[in-house]
Nanobody, 115 residues
Framework: QVQLVESGGGLVQAGGSLRLSCAAS????????MAWYRQAPGKQRELVAV???????NYADSVKERFTISRDDAKNTVYLQMNNLKPEDTAVYYC?????????WGQGTQVTVSS
C-alpha cells in the first residue's frame, strides 16, 4: 500500500522559512516523478514544484527564486524548502507521486504565513 506522509508545516511569519518533507513507502520511489501541490481555501489545487526521476525541477512562477524542491532516493523522501514566505503561500501542501497514469497523494500539511 502506497503511503505519502508529509511533515514540516506550521505557522510562520512573513519572510520566514519552512522545510516540508514527504516520506514515501509502498512504491519504487526512484521511478516516480515527485511533486508538491497546494490548495488554499476556496481555490483549486495548484502545482508548486516538481522534480523528475532524472532530477529536473520545475516551479510555479509564484514560487520561483523562493522555493526549492529536492529528492533523496536513498531515503524515499522529497523536500520543499520554502524561503521568504508570503501570506499568499498559506495553504495545505500535498505531496504527489506520479508514475505513468498512477498518481498518489499524501494527506497534506498546513502552512500558514502571518503578515
Amino acid at each position: 500500500q502506497v503511503q505519502l506522509v508529509e511533515s514540516g508545516g506550521g505557522l510562520v511569519q512573513a519572510g520566514g522559512s519552512l522545510r516540508l518533507s514527504c516520506a514515501a513507502s509502498g512504491l519504487i520511489f526512484s521511478l516516480n516523478d515527485m511533486a508538491w501541490y497546494r490548495q488554499a481555501p476556496g481555490k483549486q489545487r495548484e502545482l508548486v514544484a516538481v522534480v523528475t526521476v532524472r532530477g529536473r525541477t520545475n516551479y510555479a512562477d509564484s514560487v520561483k527564486e523562493r522555493f526549492t524542491i529536492s529528492r533523496d532516493d536513498a531515503k524515499n523522501t522529497v523536500y520543499l524548502q520554502m524561503n521568504n514566505l508570503k501570506p499568499e503561500d498559506t495553504a495545505v501542501y500535498y505531496c504527489n507521486a506520479k508514475l505513468g497514469i498512477s498518481s498518489k497523494w499524501g494527506q497534506g500539511t498546513q502552512v500558514t504565513v502571518s503578515s
